[in-house]
């Protein structure tokens, strides 16, 4: 398992930021999460690639988070894009673990959370599924994370 987009773990917050100014992506937003430094970046050219968020500890790359999605999707939509994500995942490194799988109400909201997990050299590998809807309204995360071990 390699660290998405030809990163190295440890790499400085500068070399990313330098990295992605050269593809033309745009840092949306910087953030500090648990102790972190968060880039929230938009704009990097991938099919269905809504954003991707680099932390940095230390000023070292030790998590990508990447979210996948289209806006014109619902969630069967989401759902189908997220079995096959976890197929290509399994044929790759075997099969994931389910982290979890919950369906349940807060009010008026249907929240469904499905996470799998891989492990391979030094990166775990997460993917989940987030979604929260009320009547029409929706909101859909279908997100890989590939974080340092």
């Known amino acids: 398992m390699r660290v998405p987009f030809n990163f190295?773990?440890?790499?400085?917050a500068g070399r990313?930021?330098?990295s992605l100014t050269g593809i033309k992506a745009k840092i949306a937003e910087?953030?500090?999460v648990d102790g972190r430094t968060v880039f929230v970046v938009e704009g990097i050219p991938q099919k269905q690639l809504q954003r991707a968020l680099f932390y940095f500890r230390n000023d070292m790359l030790n998590e990508i988070e990447l979210?996948?999605?289209d806006g014109t999707w619902d969630t069967p939509k989401y759902e189908l894009f997220f079995d096959e994500v976890r197929r290509n995942v399994d044929s790759k490194y075997g099969i994931g673990r389910l982290l979890t799988r919950t369906r349940g109400r807060e009010g008026e909201i249907l929240q469904t959370l499905v996470?799998?997990?891989w492990m391979q050299g030094g990166i775990a590998?997460?993917?989940y599924l987030f979604t929260a809807e009320r009547d029409?309204?929706?909101k859909r995360i279908l997100s890989l994370h590939y974080k340092e071990a």
């Open 8 to 12: 190295q773990w440890g790499e400085s």
């Open 16 to 18: 990313v930021e330098q």
């Open 30 to 32: 910087r953030k500090v």
């Open 67 to 69: 979210h996948f999605g």
């Open 115 to 117: 996470g799998y997990q």
């Open 125 to 127: 590998l997460r993917l």
């Open 136 to 138: 029409s309204n929706a």
